[in-house]
Each structure stands twice: as C-alpha cells, then as structure tokens.
C-alpha cells in the first residue's frame, strides 16, 4: 500500500511540472558552479552565454561602425558578427540592449523545454527518463552555457511545426524563412516545406521568397568573407579524421585526404548507411505521411531535417546535436508502442548525444576510441533519420503532376 501511495506522489509531482523542475534544477546548479561538467569535458565553462552577448554586443557596433562588423578585427573582437544580417538588422531596429542577452537566452532555453514537453504529451515513466537524460545531455549543455542562436533557430523551428500541425502554413513558412536569414542552414528545410505545402500559398510568392532569400545569404556570405576551417567535431567531415588517423598510426599507404574529399567520403557513407537502414530497420515503424501528420510526426520531420543538414554540411561544434536531440524525442512519441525496437533506436540516439561529451575540441588518445564510438552513433541517427523519411516513398508509386505536385498512383 505505502508502495502504491508512494508511486502516485510521484506520478503527479511529474505532472505539475517536476520533470521541468528537475531539468531546472540541473541547470541552476550548472550555472551555479560555474558548469563543472563543461570543465571536466575540457571546454572549460564559465562563458555564460558568451555567443548571445557578442551577437547583441556585434548590434551595437553596427550602429558605430556598420557592416565592418563581418570583418574580423583584434582590435575589436567583441564587433565580429559571422551569421545573416537580418538578426543584426532586427536588434537594432529595436533597440534591445546587450545586457538583456542573458535573459532572452534563458527564456528561449526555457520556452524550448516547455514547448518540447507539451508538445510530447502524456508520456509514461520510461519516457518520462530519456526526456530527463535528453535534456541534461552534453550538447544542450554547451548551447545553454555559450548562450548559441542555435537556441534560438530551434525554438523558431518549435514554433514553425506547430503553426504547421494547425494549418497556419503561411505563418509557419515566414518563421522558417526568419530562421534561415540568421544562420542560412535551415534552407533546405524552407525549399522543402514550400514544395510540400505549395497548394496553400500562391506558387510565385514562393519562387519569389526564395529567390530573395538565397540571394540575401550570398550577399551575406559574400561580405563576412567566411573562410572556417572544417570541424571533424561533428558530422559528415568527421571521415577525414578517420582516414588520416589511421593512415598516420597503422602506417597505410594512404595519402592525406583533404576536409571536400574526406567530407564526400562522409555523405557516401551516410547513404550507405540510410540505404542499410532503410532496407533492414525503417520497414519496422510505420512509415511517415505526406499528409495528416500528428504534431509529433511534423516535429520529427522538422527537427530531424534541420539535424541531417547540419550534419552532412559538418557544421562546427556539437551543440547542433539539439536538433537530433529533440527529434528523437518525437521519434519516440511518433511510433507509440514503446516496444525492444524502439528501445535499442532511444538508446542508440542518447549515446550519440552523451559521447558527443568527447568531441569538444577534445582528442586525448584515452578518449579517441570512444569518440569514434560516438561518431558512428550521430551516422546512425542520421542515416536513421533519412531513412525513416525516405519511407513514405515506400508506400505507393509516384509521379510528379504539372502543378509540380506529387500523386499517388
């Protein structure tokens, strides 16, 4: 009986908000003590949402010294600004103040723990512990600390899939088109949307958007003068590593391969890899659909698409993982039998995201071998995540209309 009464405490404190209490919690103390778990996985901590304050402090500048901000200058490391203008364009238009980063940082951080947990649902015990381990996992660690606009492209992303599970298609494109204006890499997921969802929106309008916003980004590319190095933190790129490494230790005749060819290496290996998955582990969920999706369904394609971008482009660090992070929580709430399968899927899902602890700039040869452990786990998931769209392909045949639509035959 005491068991019973016991195990329904805890059931309701976890439904007035304890999961979000301890997630809270984890964090308060993080910030707190000067985050000890950054420190031990030798990113050192202590930047206290250091990318959100440059950006606003970037805004100020550009009232002084105008798009000079794109240029980097030691003199002025704080004035250095490398993603989309737009976000510049909007801090300034507002006014908002560099010292209200902080705050809108954590708001957002928050807002994206809310809306991720209402948008799951009723969830049982079990899930109820991988939301907690998914949300107190390394990479959401290094975003919330560094204070990323990842945080902030993600929520906006959040919003999107909703506005679309409610049919405000329109509003959910304008968010994803905001979204891609302030860091470019959720274009793909723009083009695809504004394919999907061509019936709802006059089709010149959409050539037109995207005509301009692709414009703007080259614009944008063209006056940062980008040249960053490749990350083999994160990512499809990550091969190269792979390649010269054991090129260098096993003494193969190999040549070192350079980041373009180590990186098209890398996306063969991840279609390899969809293509394996496709044919032996997609077949046992049921496949996504084109239409009448559920809103764990549109957040899954969203989070999830925005994921295998980033990855396949090897973008820098991997506090990016937040996109795989959330998605297979959606994965987990999409296919509701909550059976071995999905088991071993969540639990290859979170060890992609905690050995990811490891790839912070971090390459002591104690660790090499479980960070490559964890590499082969973000090709899982995002080949997992191919895979599982890929499927809906699998269902009829297809042919393309001269609405540039797609029939099932």
Not at 138 to 145: D, G, Q, R, V
Not at 213 to 231: E, K, T
Not at 339 to 364: A, C, E, Q, T, Y
Request: charged share 15%.
């Amino acid at each position: 009986m005491r068991f019973v009464i016991g195990r329904n405490k805890l059931e309701r404190f976890f439904a007035f908000g304890g999961l979000h209490s301890l997630i809270l919690s984890f964090y308060f103390c993080q910030f707190y003590l000067d985050w000890p778990l950054l420190k031990l996985s030798k990113i050192r901590g202590q930047f206290n949402f250091e990318d959100f304050v440059t950006i606003f402090t970037s805004a100020n500048c550009f009232r002084e010294i105008g798009l000079q901000i794109y240029i980097p200058d030691a003199t002025r490391p704080l004035c250095f600004y490398p993603y989309g203008r737009t976000f510049i364009y909007f801090i300034d238009l507002f006014r908002i103040p560099a010292s209200l980063a902080p705050t809108i940082i954590i708001l957002v951080a928050v807002l994206i723990m809310y809306l991720v947990i209402k948008y799951l649902g009723k969830t049982s015990p079990i899930e109820k512990t991988i939301i907690f381990f998914v949300f107190i996992s390394p990479p959401l660690w290094l975003a919330t600390e560094r204070g990323n606009a990842d945080m902030l492209i993600c929520l906006l992303v959040l919003i999107a899939a909703y506005l679309s599970y409610k049919n405000h298609h329109q509003s959910s494109i304008l968010l994803l088109a905001l979204a891609t204006l302030i860091k470019f890499y959720t274009l793909p997921l723009l083009i695809i949307e504004v394919w999907r969802r061509r019936t709802y929106i006059n089709k010149y309008i959409s050539v037109s958007l995207l005509v301009s916003i692709c414009y703007v980004i080259i614009i944008d590319i063209q006056a940062q003068h980008l040249q960053q190095p490749g990350s083999f933190a994160f990512g499809s790129p990550v091969v190269t590593f792979w390649i010269n490494a054991l090129s260098t230790n096993l003494g193969l005749p190999i040549g070192e391969i350079g980041i373009k060819l180590g990186q098209l290496i890398g996306i063969m290996v991840l279609s390899l890899v969809a293509a394996t998955l496709s044919r032996y582990v997609a077949p046992s969920f049921k496949p996504l659909k084109l239409k009448g999706e559920s809103l764990s369904q549109i957040c899954l394609f969203y989070l999830g698409s925005v994921y295998v971008t980033c990855f396949v482009l090897g973008m820098s660090y991997d506090y990016r993982l937040i996109f795989s992070a959330l998605a297979g929580l959606f994965f987990m709430r999409t296919y509701a039998s909550f059976d071995s399968r999905r088991l071993w899927v969540m639990l290859f899902w979170l060890l992609s995201l905690w050995l990811s602890v490891f790839n912070f700039g971090l390459s002591p040869k104690n660790h090499l071998l479980i960070q490559w452990i964890g590499n082969i786990f973000d090709f899982f998931t995002a080949g997992l995540i191919i895979a599982l769209f890929a499927s809906q392909f699998k269902t009829g045949k297809f042919r393309i209309t001269k609405n540039w639509g797609i029939a099932n035959e």
